[in-house]
């Protein structure tokens, strides 16, 4: 069974990362019916960026349940001001650092929430409506030469 997504009624409209603030920690109610995801979309240097590297991390965990810490973005004002991560997904908790530079730099993502539904029985219904839709395949007809 795969979960499907909604979008949730939450959307990350940004957070400010810089010396001041280095990191932002996105975590979700916890319901054992849902699985909240962090779908991040753009990373970019802010007005006042100084003439530096900003690197980005997201620790959040990886397959085997262990937190793992990856840098997703290398920022400077003159040679690459935006990121766009085109919806990188990360399931909650996460936390966005910056590891290196004074920023600012903004995060753009989505809060989205899986829901668990029976795909099978979604499936067995697509299939049947198909099977009816369908036509039967007839034999193409032969020229016959004269």
């Known amino acids: 069974m795969l979960p499907s997504f909604s979008r949730g009624p939450f959307v990350l409209p940004g957070c400010e990362l810089s010396s001041e603030v280095p ?10 019916d849902l699985e909240h995801f962090l779908e991040l979309r753009t990373v970019c240097l802010g007005e006042g960026a100084k003439d530096e590297y900003n690197v980005i991390e997201v620790t959040a965990m990886n397959y085997q349940g262990k937190k793992t810490s990856v840098p997703v973005a290398s920022l400077h004002i003159s040679r ?18 910056l590891k290196s ?46």
């Open 23 to 32: 990191f932002y920690t996105f975590q979700a109610d916890e319901d054992e």
């Open 80 to 97: 690459l001001p935006m990121v766009s991560l085109g919806g990188f997904e990360l399931m909650a908790p996460v936390t966005l650092r």
């Open 101 to 146: 530079g004074t920023g600012p730099v903004t995060v753009s993502g989505m809060h989205l929430v899986a829901t668990e539904n029976d795909e099978e029985s979604d499936m067995s219904d697509d299939e049947d409506e198909l099977e009816d839709e369908l036509e039967p395949i007839k034999p193409a007809k032969k020229k016959q030469k004269l």
